[in-house]
């Protein structure tokens, strides 16, 4: 069966710090993965998603990046965390229609 | 761009109640609609989904509804227990993404 790891579950940054949250997937080979972020209280934005290695779409322009070095592993990133990148990162895989979602990364910017 | 809208956004119902929950979409194009409930603090899971082929599915108390015509579909709880308390999300397929609704906050009243 699939599996879909995040890590860290939970992080504290200050403004202007560097970011590197971390996805991986068990069992399933080419997933399309996604990358999410929930503000508190509020719906799915999608930041980013991949249908191969080096395959990254943006959705939204901002300070973050997404890089696919293997194909099971999808990176978020950011050189300088503004105070607005605080919320739950959400990493999920598909491989048909159906997207199944990490246990997410809260990140709180201070 | 393509958009999903859902109503409402915040649903108080009786123990034992039904609940039903509404959303349109846009894109003509798209064949597979889902339901996700995130439960506090939690990563989203899905429920239920529904492709254009059909009408109509049933899983114990849950069901969802499709008017392709009308673009509408609707998620339908009966017997609602404690339990059902979350955030619940529609989805439609555009392309390699789900277009998501907003959400909506399911409270079960004792």
């Known amino acids: 069966s699939q599996t879909i790891h995040q890590w860290p579950a939970t992080l504290v940054q200050p403004v202007g710090s560097p970011l590197s949250l971390e996805c991986t997937v068990e069992?399933?080979?080419?997933?399309?993965l996604y990358w999410y972020r929930q503000a508190a209280g509020r719906g799915l934005q999608l930041l980013f998603y991949s249908v191969g290695i080096g395959q990254i779409s943006s959705e939204v322009p901002q300070n973050l990046s997404a890089s696919r070095p293997q194909d099971r592993q999808f990176i978020l990133s950011s050189k300088k965390l503004l105070l607005s990148d605080s919320g739950f990162y959400l990493c999920?895989?598909?491989?048909?229609?159906?997207?199944?979602f990490g246990p997410g990364t809260r990140l709180t910017v201070t | 761009g393509e958009n999903v809208e859902q109503h409402p956004s915040t649903l108080s119902v009786q123990e034992g109640d039904s609940a039903v929950i509404k959303c349109t979409y846009s894109?003509?194009?798209?064949?597979?609609f889902p339901w996700y409930k995130q439960e506090l603090g939690k990563r989203p899971q899905l429920i239920i989904d529904?492709?254009?082929n059909v009408g109509e599915k049933k899983d114990q108390r849950i069901a969802v509804t499709l008017n392709k015509t009308a673009k509408h579909f609707s998620l339908h709880i009966t017997e609602t227990q404690p339990e059902d308390s979350a955030v619940y999300f529609c989805a439609s397929d555009s392309n390699y993404q789900l277009i998501w609704g907003a959400g909506t906050k399911l409270i079960i009243k004792p």
């Open positions: 894109d003509s194009a798209s064949n597979y």
């Open positions: 999920a895989w598909s491989g048909g229609h159906e997207q199944y």
């Open positions: 529904i492709r254009s």
């Open positions: 069992g399933t080979s080419n997933p399309n």
